[in-house]
Nanobody, 126 residues
Framework: QVQLVESGGGLVQAGGSLRLSCAAS????????MGWFRQAPGKEREFVAG????????TYADSVKGRFTISRVNAKNMVYLQMDSLRREDTAVYYC???????????????????WGQGTQVTVSS
């Protein structure tokens, strides 16, 4: 299991930007595929973005493609989510996740599998 701690959430106006950070506590961070998920009130948790262990491959949900960018710095055990052109519908609790295997597995990850942070709230106002 990997311990994950998210930060960087907050309140932002529509059209603005936020950068989320996730710090991982593990000696083998570079072994893990990393991802960001979000959960809005009354909705299921959904995949947002994923990145391979090397950072060489990324994948995004269609709803955020072109607006969000996931990145990682293995030397710092950190993964980031740069969110630009934010919309009201991006309002949610954002979770960092870690898993072994593949990006495809990361996209399908659900609570109870892999490792999850406690989440950080992002609120986008109009």
């Amino acid at each position: 299991q990997v311990q994950l701690v998210e930060s960087g959430g907050g309140l932002v106006q529509a059209g603005g930007s936020l950068r989320l950070s996730c710090a991982a506590s593990t000696r083998t961070f570079s072994d893990y595929y990393m991802g960001w998920f979000r959960q809005a009130p009354g909705k299921e948790r959904e995949f947002v973005a994923g990145i391979s262990w090397s950072g060489g491959s990324t994948t995004y949900a269609d709803s955020v493609k072109g607006r969000f960018t996931i990145s990682r710095v293995n030397a710092k055990n950190m993964v980031y989510l740069q969110m630009d052109s934010l919309r009201r519908e991006d309002t949610a609790v954002y979770y960092c996740a870690a898993n072994l295997g593949s990006l495809a597995n990361m996209m399908r990850l659900r609570p109870g599998f892999g490792s999850w942070g406690q989440g950080t709230q992002v609120t986008v106002s109009s």
